[in-house]
């Protein structure tokens, strides 16, 4: 899957990136070329619009033009998009109960779309994970149905209940789950029959179904292979049985991808597992990342994107450093650079990015409750306040102290620091020498 698109991309990305500088005319050729990949490879229009509308807005900015490798910063847009349009925020594992009741999932989808095997798989892994899952043969339709159940669940060692002759697909997902819960099955899947099209009769014994054993989770089967079509077929089960999450199978195919690029988008629910083959093992989690970085075509998206990071952080040490020689550097600039801190997990990295704070600074010499009393102080400080530090008389000390907690000695003791702080950074751009070093280190 995604072999076609994917290599789109990469031409795409290609193109764009060790151009030292690239025009608005690059970036709209190239998000117009991303376009027709997606139309290509069966992506619903509205989503493509969407993404399209969203990364040549954000690729026009200053972030991409004025970067320092321009088509990174490029690739690291549209990566992020991708990995957004595939992930949900939803949860994306399965919700399963504690071991001491029983969790239902009701399979359902489109006959042939895979529901019987991905219901033994499913209960495969579950069983790995230490579950006691049962199997329910609940697809009355199919005379064979039954029977292959049946000869999946022993293959991958899990029951499955039947009712000899019975005729009622709701009556035997019923019984199914009182015999779950009276034999200590902790986890209870339904298979249910498919039909070839969306059809009254096929929704109405779902609904009856689920009415029965109100599921836990109602996994909505899609097969990949039937592209867009999937994504209509997703909206009616959504719309008259709801769905909780949903599993692509035949993920291994050789298909264009729309449907797993569009699912998620349309539907609104996430992407829980894939179907990665025949064989009982073959279901994976859905990874939106390791997907994305399949569909841009790059083994090593990850540590690009690591790269492109590093450039905005150089950007903002460039910031920072006209603030300090312009005297301008307030509060709220202290304030980005404790969160920057939060970002980087480490004091030593910001130390680093401040040229000629090394080796004058240590990363012991601030404690982190310090760093986090620091912040709620000034989150606690009008926009004016921070600004301008000097506004901050004994009746605001005070209130400041009580809006963040802490003792007014303690905000006392933070205004004396940055003022300090400020005074360092005055005499330290005053300096020629520092000044050299700055530019030299900058290339200015
Ligand atoms: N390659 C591949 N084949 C799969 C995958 N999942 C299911 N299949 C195959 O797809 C076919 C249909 O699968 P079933 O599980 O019978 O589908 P179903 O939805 O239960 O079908 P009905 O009960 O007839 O509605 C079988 O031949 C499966 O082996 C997958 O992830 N990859
Ligand atoms: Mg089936």
Not at 41 to 65: C, Q, W
Not at 366 to 392: C, G
Request: glycine letters at 6%; a positive charge.
């Amino acid at each position: 899957m995604f072999e076609s698109i994917s290599e789109k991309f990469s031409s795409i990305m290609r193109d764009l990136s060790g151009k030292g500088k690239i025009s608005e005319k690059n970036i709209e050729d190239a998000v117009d070329q991303i376009k027709i990949a997606l139309l290509d490879a069966d992506v619903n229009l509205r989503v493509v619009r969407r993404f399209i509308n969203g990364t040549r807005e954000e690729a026009l900015g200053e972030k991409v033009l004025k970067a320092v490798d321009p088509g990174q910063m490029f690739t690291k847009i549209v990566y992020d998009r991708m990995v957004n349009l595939l992930s949900a925020e939803e949860h994306q594992e399965l919700e399963l109960k504690g071991p001491d009741t029983t969790t239902t999932i009701l399979m359902m989808g489109l006959q042939g779309s895979g529901k019987t095997t991905t219901s033994a798989k499913l209960a495969l892994s579950l069983k790995k994970k230490g579950r006691r899952p049962m199997l329910v043969a609940s697809d009355l339709v199919r005379p064979a149905a039954i029977t292959q159940l049946q000869v999946l669940g022993e293959q991958v060692d899990v029951p499955v209940f039947t009712i000899d002759g019975c005729k009622d697909p709701v009556k035997v997902a019923k019984e199914g789950l009182a015999y779950a819960k009276k034999n200590q099955y902790d986890v209870l899947i339904v298979d249910t029959s498919g039909r070839m099209h969306l059809d009254e009769v096929l929704m109405n014994e779902i609904q009856r179904i689920s009415k029965a054993i109100t599921p836990d989770e109602t996994i909505f089967v899609a097969d990949a292979m039937t592209g867009q079509n999937a994504v209509t077929i997703a909206k009616e089960f959504e719309e008259k049985v709801g769905i909780s999450g949903v599993i692509l199978s035949k993920f291994d195919s050789d298909t264009r991808g729309g449907a797993a690029l569009s699912l998620r988008s349309v539907v609104g629910k996430p992407i829980k597992f894939i179907g990665s083959g025949e064989k009982m093992e073959d279901l994976d989690p859905f990874y939106p990342d390791r997907i994305a970085s399949r569909i841009l075509g790059m083994g090593d998206v990850v540590s690009l994107v690591e790269k492109a990071q590093e450039t905005i952080d150089q950007e903002e040490a460039i910031k920072l450093q006209e603030k300090m020689k312009k005297n301008t550097f307030d509060l709220q600039d202290y304030l980005d650079q404790l969160r920057q801190m939060d970002k980087m997990g480490s004091m030593d990295k910001l130390i680093e990015m401040i040229p000629g704070a090394a080796g004058q600074v240590s990363a012991d010499d601030i404690p982190l409750d310090e760093l986090k009393r620091e912040k709620a102080i000034i989150l606690s400080m009008t926009p004016q306040e921070r600004s301008n530090y000097r506004l901050i008389g004994p009746t605001r000390r005070k209130r400041i102290a009580k809006g963040s907690g802490v003792s007014v000695a303690q905000v006392n003791r933070l205004i004396k620091k940055f003022e300090k702080m400020k005074n360092t950074m005055r005499k330290l751009t005053k300096n020629k020498k520092y000044q050299k070093m700055l530019q030299n280190q900058m290339g200015f």
